[in-house]
């Protein structure tokens, strides 16, 4: 069964507007991370925003913020104010802690395009 | 500056071959990660690391193997086994204790293209 699910396979977004990417995740465990990471054309990973299961507080980081609704296994993340820059790929991923690992489960990702 | 080294960026193979990416780190990070990308797809995990001269199959270990003989170090060896090689390889470390807080970080990645 798919543990992350994103299902937005590509988005638009006026620059300056905020826009909300959609990260459903299926885990039995207690205790699990949730993460946001951006990936530009050139490839690289670039690490967002964390969410632990046990955090009260939405997290937020600067421009970012995570709307996490545990009971509705969703953890969006929202962009404010959005900048040409931001276009790229979303990766939501979670990390179970079924066992000792720290592996992620990756979504397969939004493609977002800010139109000027 | 601190970070994750991953060479060459661009490796172009013959159907056959055997061949080794490599992938440092100098963040004093115990695990270390292999991930594979296909277009337009998210990443899925090859083989990890959690401590030196050990590590685990990923989801799709077929086709490659790793060692750890150093904390540094987690060269990935793509082999003739592999049936599609061709893909974007991401090598990426994390601290292996503490809490569930414990992002991984990237390095720029391989291109791996099997002519």
């Known amino acids: 069964a798919q543990k992350i699910t994103q299902t937005q396979p590509g988005m638009f977004v006026q620059e300056k507007e905020a826009v909300t990417l959609d990260c459903t995740y299926d885990?039995?465990?207690?205790?699990?991370?949730l993460f946001w990471y951006k990936q530009p054309s050139s490839g690289e990973m670039i690490f967002l925003i964390y969410?632990?299961?046990?955090?009260?507080q939405n997290a937020t980081e600067g421009r970012y913020s995570l709307n996490f609704q545990k009971a509705r296994k969703s953890a969006n993340l929202v962009i404010s104010a959005s900048q040409l820059g931001d276009s790229a790929m979303y990766f939501c991923a979670m990390r179970e802690h079924t066992d000792s690992s720290y592996k992620l489960i990756f979504g397969s990702g939004t493609r977002l395009l800010v139109r000027p | 500056d601190g970070g994750i080294t991953q060479s060459p960026k661009y490796l172009f193979r013959k159907e056959g071959q055997n061949v080794t990416l490599s992938c440092e780190q100098n963040?004093?990070?115990?695990?270390m990660y292999w991930y594979r990308q296909d277009p337009g797809q998210g990443l899925r995990l090859i083989y990890y690391?959690?401590?030196?001269?050990?590590?685990q199959k990923g989801d799709i270990a077929e086709g490659y193997s790793v060692s750890r003989e150093k904390k540094e170090s987690f060269p990935l060896t793509v082999t003739s086994a592999q049936k599609n090689p061709t893909a974007f390889y991401l090598c990426?470390?994390?601290?292996?204790?503490?809490?569930?807080?414990?992002?991984?970080?990237f390095g720029p990645g391989t291109r791996l293209t099997v002519l």
């Open positions: 990426a470390s994390s601290m292996a204790s503490g809490g569930s807080y414990n992002e991984q970080f």
């Open positions: 969410q632990g299961s046990y955090d009260e």
């Open positions: 963040l004093n990070h115990d695990a």
């Open positions: 885990t039995s465990d207690q205790s699990y991370g």
């Open positions: 690391s959690q401590i030196v001269n050990d590590f």
